[in-house]
């Protein structure tokens, strides 16, 4: 469904950020973008997205090199697309459905009597059940974070893009992220992208793996190939060294 090519960019002050970034995201699976911080994986998600344009390179969809397009036509072919950004990006000044329902009122698809009923029958499939008039500040970081997956999946995309969608979240909250996720690539099919330096989040629900570093595509492959992976600094990366405790580390025991 979605294939790189070459794909370089670099920022305003010429920084070559990805470099000559090539692999392809299987169809109805979850692809996970994984790296340290800088490494470029939020950059790349972006270009995908269509927020960033790549400095060189070619971004193919259903067989469609968007790179040559018309902006109309890259933005119809990307319209089976949606990302949950880092931290939700939710609106403050909405309530939970209101946010959800804020694609329906853009699509103006559906008339006004139903976008409340659709927007609570998509809180439901979050697992957010009787929400639907809590303000975004009574809600803690993992239901804003659902609310946003629901806000996301009021487009009925095909493919869904995640920035970090688990980072600063308690491991339980993390879980039901994780879960939900899985779910819905289960239930509806979605290609799913998630970029993530956390590697408990990756490895629960991703199929397929691409690891970044300093730009560059160091692996792109499966779990078990990923953890037998030669490369040093990705063995550091996975199995990073155990602590050594000192004496003092020891005194409350």
């Not at 029958?121 to 946003?148: F, N, P, T, W, Y």
């Not at 690539?185 to 991703?206: D, E, G, K, N, Y």
């Not at 996975?238 to 005194?251: C, G």
Request: aromatic fraction near 8%; hydrophobic fraction near 45%.
């Amino acid at each position: 469904m979605i294939l790189l090519k070459n794909i370089n960019f670099f920022s305003n002050d010429a920084q070559h950020i990805l470099k000559n970034i090539t692999f392809d995201i299987p169809t109805a699976k979850v692809t996970a973008i994984i790296g340290t911080s800088g490494s470029g994986k939020t950059t790349l998600l972006r270009i995908i997205a269509g927020l960033y344009e790549p400095t060189s390179g070619e971004i193919w969809i259903d067989g469609q090199n968007l790179t040559v397009l018309p902006k109309t036509k890259q933005q119809q072919v990307r319209s089976k697309m949606a990302i949950v950004f880092q931290h939700g990006a939710l609106f403050d000044s909405l309530t939970a459905w209101e946010n959800v329902a804020f694609p329906l009122y853009e699509q103006g698809a559906m008339p006004l009597s139903k976008v409340r009923e659709e927007a609570e029958k998509l809180l439901e499939m979050v697992d957010l059940h009787g929400a639907a008039d809590l303000s975004i500040d009574r809600c803690s970081g993992g239901m804003q974070m659902r609310i946003a997956i629901a806000r996301a999946l009021a487009s009925y995309p095909e493919i869904i893009l995640y920035d970090e969608p688990s980072s600063g979240l308690d491991p339980i909250a993390r879980g039901l992220i994780c879960n939900l996720i899985q779910k819905q690539q289960v239930q509806q099919r979605m290609t799913s992208v998630l970029v993530t330096h956390q590697l408990s989040a990756a490895f629960q629900i991703s199929n397929h793996f691409v690891f970044l570093y300093e730009g560059e595509i160091l692996f792109e492959g499966a779990a078990d190939e990923l953890m037998t992976a030669k490369d040093p600094y990705i063995q550091r990366f996975i199995q990073p060294p155990s602590r050594s405790y000192r004496a003092t580390d020891l005194v409350h025991f």
